[in-house]
């Protein structure tokens, strides 16, 4: 056991897709060049994707990717809460890698205070192990509504005293407006707390920037302590969202791929190998969108895919898509002549979906999708 607790960082953004999981993740990598034994940590994280560590258990995708950067094996102290959303208002309650079971909203705003306990202990035990904890905040802090019990951005802070650094993304617009407006939002000995800000997502001519550095400095008594720059064709996993996932423009010979974007897809980063692959053009393809000529659909089962009803589509370009339609306590029924494939999580979760061999099929990288009724059945 460690005698000397380590030394910690915390990076929260001003709002949600700033950047703090890059920048935690650079942070942790360069720690790591430098000698030092670095873990990262999230107190509190809502995804649906996900990781499993060492232990057995799961935390959050940014935390494992993150972990990576260290060079440490991914363990379930790193993220001790993850909420995993099952519907507009409910979610699955993960801590310290275990299911603890589902909440709805206003039922987890409760338990928070509950919550914190379970924070602190996986937070002093990385502190016993490592150098240095980098500490990744959740949303804004600037979520008043929110502020009673926190436990993901300035309520861990002050629990931990531990200081903080605040990433704004330039790219959105108005990145003075969200510091200032942020930091008038804290209390007073939350503001304490932080010790300068990142302009994350920058382009352009860095002189030009310098007359509102000096500005914030003045508003906020708080300096810029680094501005970064926009970094083309950077990837890292998504944290969750779809929409954050950049789809290829391969060329025309490409394999051309949709898959329907449902509500609440999880490990939606599965898709990645194929998104970055020069020859695959992959479309995520939502509700009244144009449905674009496709070679293949691939259809990733939504978490509480009970609560998903999709209609059937006959419209050009959508004849290969494997419809999925909610007429029964797990019903499936399928548009006649399609030619689906899931991942083999998909299809270990569709309990009612039947599998079986077809020739020439045991080479690829899924099982075949099928449902009773569909001409892809077996």
């Given at each position: 056991?460690?005698?000397?607790?380590?030394?910690?960082?915390?990076?929260?953004?001003t709002?949600?897709?700033a950047?703090?999981?890059?920048?935690?993740?650079?942070?942790?990598?360069?720690?790591?060049?430098?000698?030092?034994?670095?873990?990262?940590?999230?107190?509190?994280?809502?995804a649906?994707?996900?990781?499993?560590?060492?232990?057995?258990?799961?935390?959050?995708?940014?935390?494992?990717?993150?972990?990576?950067?260290?060079?440490?094996?991914?363990?379930?102290?790193?993220?001790?809460?993850?909420?995993?959303?099952?519907?507009?208002?409910?979610?699955?309650?993960?801590?310290?890698?275990?299911?603890?079971?589902?909440?709805?909203?206003?039922?987890?705003?409760?338990?928070?205070?509950?919550?914190?306990?379970?924070?602190?202990?996986?937070?002093?035990?990385?502190?016993?192990?490592y150098?240095?904890?980098?500490?990744?905040?959740?949303?804004?802090?600037?979520?008043?509504?929110?502020?009673?019990?926190?436990?993901?951005?300035?309520?861990?802070?002050?629990?931990?005293?531990?200081?903080?650094?605040l990433?704004?993304?330039?790219?959105?617009?108005?990145?003075?407006?969200?510091?200032?407006?942020?930091?008038?939002?804290?209390?007073?000995?939350?503001?304490?707390?932080?010790?300068?800000?990142?302009?994350?997502r920058?382009?352009?001519?860095?002189?030009?920037?310098?007359?509102?550095?000096?500005?914030?400095?003045?508003?906020?008594?708080?300096?810029?302590l680094?501005?970064?720059?926009?970094?083309?064709?950077?990837?890292?996993?998504?944290?969750?969202?779809?929409?954050?996932?950049?789809?290829?423009e391969?060329?025309?010979?490409?394999?051309?791929?949709?898959?329907?974007?449902?509500?609440?897809?999880?490990?939606?980063?599965?898709?990645?190998?194929?998104?970055?692959?020069?020859?695959?053009?992959?479309?995520?393809?939502?509700?009244?969108?144009?449905?674009?000529?496709?070679?293949?659909?691939?259809?990733?089962?939504?978490?509480?895919?009970?609560?998903?009803?999709?209609?059937?589509?006959?419209?050009?370009?959508?004849?290969?898509?494997?419809?999925?339609?909610?007429?029964?306590?797990?019903?499936?029924?399928?548009?006649?002549?399609?030619?689906?494939?899931?991942?083999?999580?998909?299809?270990?979760?569709?309990?009612?979906?039947?599998?079986?061999?077809?020739?020439?099929?045991?080479?690829?990288?899924?099982k075949?999708?099928?449902?009773?009724?569909?001409?892809?059945?077996?």
């Open positions: 056991m460690r005698s000397r607790k380590a030394r910690a960082i915390m990076v929260q953004g709002t949600s897709s950047g703090k999981s890059t920048v935690v993740s650079g942070l942790c990598r360069l720690l790591h060049r430098n000698g030092y034994r670095v873990a990262p940590f999230k107190p509190q994280n809502m649906l994707n996900s990781a499993v560590t060492e232990d057995g258990g799961e935390i959050g995708r940014s935390q494992a990717v993150q972990a990576m950067a260290c060079a440490v094996a991914c363990h379930s102290d790193m993220n001790p809460i993850l909420l995993k959303p099952h519907s507009d208002q409910g979610a699955q309650v993960i801590v310290q890698g275990r299911p603890f079971g589902n909440f709805s909203a206003g039922e987890y705003h409760g338990y928070k205070e509950l919550a914190m306990p379970h924070v602190l202990e996986s937070w002093e035990r990385l502190r016993q192990q150098d240095f904890i980098v500490v990744e905040g959740a949303g804004s802090p600037a979520e008043v509504n929110l502020r009673e019990n926190d436990v993901a951005n300035m309520g861990f802070a002050l629990e931990a005293d531990c200081p903080v650094v990433v704004a993304d330039i790219d959105r617009g108005g990145v003075f407006a969200h510091l200032v407006g942020t930091m008038a939002c804290l209390a007073p000995a939350e503001r304490d707390l932080v010790r300068g800000f990142l302009i994350n920058f382009r352009g001519d860095r002189r030009l920037l310098e007359p509102g550095n000096d500005w914030l400095c003045g508003q906020t008594g708080k300096p810029v680094g501005v970064l720059p926009w970094l083309g064709g950077l990837y890292l996993p998504s944290e969750d969202s779809v929409e954050e996932a950049s789809e290829t391969a060329g025309t010979q490409a394999l051309r791929i949709n898959v329907p974007r449902l509500p609440r897809m999880s490990n939606h980063t599965d898709f990645d190998p194929l998104r970055l692959h020069p020859l695959v053009d992959i479309r995520f393809v939502g509700p009244g969108d144009a449905i674009p000529p496709a070679d293949l659909v691939i259809l990733r089962v939504a978490r509480a895919p009970w609560r998903i009803s999709v209609g059937s589509r006959t419209t050009a370009g959508w004849t290969t898509f494997c419809a999925i339609c909610a007429t029964g306590e797990n019903s499936w029924e399928s548009v006649a002549g399609c030619r689906c494939w899931a991942p083999p999580s998909t299809t270990r979760r569709a309990s009612r979906v039947r599998r079986g061999p077809r020739p020439g099929w045991g080479s690829l990288p899924w075949p999708f099928s449902g009773p009724g569909s001409s892809c059945g077996t």
